[in-house]
């Protein structure tokens, strides 16, 4: 019953009896690892509700510079919890580092509760997308919102959330969930999740409404210009470059696409500018955004079919165009209807009939 006192804070032992815990848990004698009762990880959560990497950077190296004394504390879940967020929350999902990190918190969440335990699950879901677990991923992010109370929290699993079902090909229900996510963040002031949550719609709206994708993206980058979002803005450039050239502005989709690509490498936009380039009659920069896109393919192992195709289109070789035209897009995205149709007009203008009509039954169309 003492003891319980003690790790609930009802008791404050006197040193002589502190000595005698430290002793028997074999722990090197020093109560102020022990007396930290104000510790907490809400400026970094806050951090990342605001979208202010700098500061979770700044607040990470805090942490970082009292790794012993967390560690030998009974905060030590807490600041394994902190470390793994900063590694989720900067992309290095697949670090031996991160990976790490996770088992080590699963076998000590139990020292998680509260907040803590529903930004560990949010992270979890976040990790898990980003691992292409969608399923798992959500799973998680179910349990995250059973345990948030706070609003931007809320908004924050819901924006997740939307994204997993758009992965998972549910475009009404992401919409509706997308939708109470940027809801949520406009009504607690969290502007620049907003304009992220908002660039999400965009990509709902891309593959049957591009006209009001390409409203919704003008928008988010009057926003991010307005509350200084850079790298918001390259993202309204590129969903601006995929809109215009599914709307036949080949010029525009080209301007877009050349304002974000040295940043943004997503073989959609690289696509896309590949295509702009070719009906705008350039063929330096078409073969270019071909080049990026081959060596991003290089990169992450993926197929590169759809390049090598647009490249044989560029070149005018019937051989490759009728070798890799009823091969899959599996890169193209929201492009996937457009650069359907090209195949389908260029097998028809170079007398393959057969195989024209071949494409349009694989596409189920």
């Given at each position: 019953?003492?003891?319980?006192?003690?790790?609930?804070?009802?008791?404050?032992?006197?040193d002589?009896?502190?000595?005698?815990?430290?002793?028997?848990?074999?722990?090197?004698?020093?109560p102020?690892?022990?007396?930290?009762?104000?510790?907490?990880l809400?400026?970094?959560?806050?951090?990342?509700l605001?979208?202010?990497?700098?500061?979770?950077?700044?607040?990470?190296?805090?942490?970082?510079?009292?790794?012993?004394?967390?560690?030998?504390?009974?905060?030590?879940?807490?600041?394994?919890?902190?470390?793994?967020?900063?590694?989720?929350?900067?992309?290095?999902?697949?670090?031996?580092?991160?990976l790490?990190?996770?088992?080590?918190?699963?076998?000590?969440?139990?020292?998680?509760?509260?907040?803590?335990?529903?930004?560990?699950?949010?992270?979890?879901?976040?990790?898990?997308k980003?691992l292409d677990?969608?399923?798992?991923?959500?799973?998680?992010?179910?349990?995250?919102?059973?345990?948030?109370?706070?609003?931007?929290?809320?908004?924050?699993?819901?924006?997740?959330?939307a994204?997993?079902?758009?992965?998972?090909?549910?475009?009404?229900?992401?919409?509706?969930?997308?939708?109470?996510?940027?809801?949520?963040?406009?009504?607690?002031?969290?502007?620049?999740?907003?304009?992220?949550?908002r660039?999400?719609?965009?990509?709902?709206?891309?593959?049957?409404?591009?006209?009001?994708?390409?409203?919704?993206?003008?928008?988010?980058?009057?926003?991010?210009?307005?509350?200084?979002?850079?790298?918001?803005?390259?993202?309204?450039?590129e969903r601006?470059?995929?809109?215009?050239?599914?709307?036949?502005?080949?010029?525009?989709?080209?301007?877009?696409?050349?304002?974000?690509?040295?940043?943004i490498?997503?073989?959609?936009?690289?696509?896309?500018?590949?295509?702009?380039?070719?009906?705008?009659?350039?063929?330096?920069?078409?073969?270019?955004?071909?080049?990026?896109?081959?060596?991003?393919?290089?990169?992450?192992?993926?197929?590169?079919?759809?390049?090598r195709?647009?490249?044989?289109?560029?070149?005018?070789?019937?051989?490759?165009?009728?070798?890799?035209?009823l091969?899959?897009?599996?890169?193209?995205?929201?492009?996937?209807?457009?650069?359907l149709?090209?195949?389908?007009?260029?097998?028809?203008?170079?007398?393959?009939t057969?195989?024209?009509?071949?494409?349009?039954?694989?596409?189920?169309?």
């Amino acid at each position: 019953m003492y003891l319980s006192d003690v790790e609930n804070g009802v008791q404050r032992p006197a040193d002589y009896t502190l000595r005698k815990l430290f002793s028997e848990l074999a722990l090197p004698y020093d109560p102020d690892l022990i007396w930290q009762p104000d510790f907490s990880l809400a400026p970094l959560y806050q951090a990342i509700l605001d979208f202010r990497m700098e500061v979770r950077d700044q607040l990470a190296e805090q942490l970082n510079a009292r790794r012993e004394s967390l560690m030998a504390s009974c905060h030590c879940a807490q600041f394994l919890l902190a470390r793994w967020i900063v590694q989720v929350s900067r992309g290095e999902n697949r670090s031996a580092e991160t990976l790490a990190l996770r088992e080590a918190l699963m076998q000590m969440q139990a020292g998680l509760e509260g907040t803590d335990l529903c930004w560990y699950q949010l992270y979890l879901g976040i990790h898990e997308k980003a691992l292409d677990e969608v399923e798992s991923a959500l799973h998680w992010l179910i349990q995250a919102a059973k345990s948030g109370q706070d609003e931007g929290v809320k908004a924050l699993i819901d924006y997740h959330h939307a994204d997993c079902l758009i992965r998972l090909h549910q475009p009404q229900s992401a919409l509706l969930m997308n939708q109470r996510a940027l809801d949520q963040f406009s009504h607690g002031g969290y502007f620049v999740r907003a304009i992220h949550t908002r660039i999400h719609q965009i990509d709902l709206f891309l593959n049957d409404e591009p006209a009001h994708a390409q409203a919704l993206a003008l928008r988010v980058r009057q926003e991010a210009e307005q509350f200084q979002c850079p790298h918001a803005r390259l993202m309204a450039e590129e969903r601006l470059a995929l809109a215009a050239l599914l709307l036949n502005q080949p010029e525009a989709a080209l301007a877009h696409a050349q304002a974000c690509v040295e940043v943004i490498h997503r073989p959609a936009l690289l696509i896309c500018g590949a295509l702009a380039a070719y009906q705008c009659h350039r063929p330096e920069e078409c073969q270019f955004f071909i080049d990026r896109g081959l060596a991003e393919c290089r990169r992450k192992k993926q197929t590169d079919t759809t390049f090598r195709w647009i490249e044989a289109l560029l070149h005018q070789d019937l051989k490759q165009l009728i070798q890799f035209s009823l091969q899959p897009d599996p890169l193209a995205g929201p492009l996937q209807k457009k650069l359907l149709l090209l195949r389908f007009q260029t097998l028809v203008e170079a007398g393959e009939t057969q195989m024209a009509c071949t494409l349009i039954q694989q596409a189920c169309l």
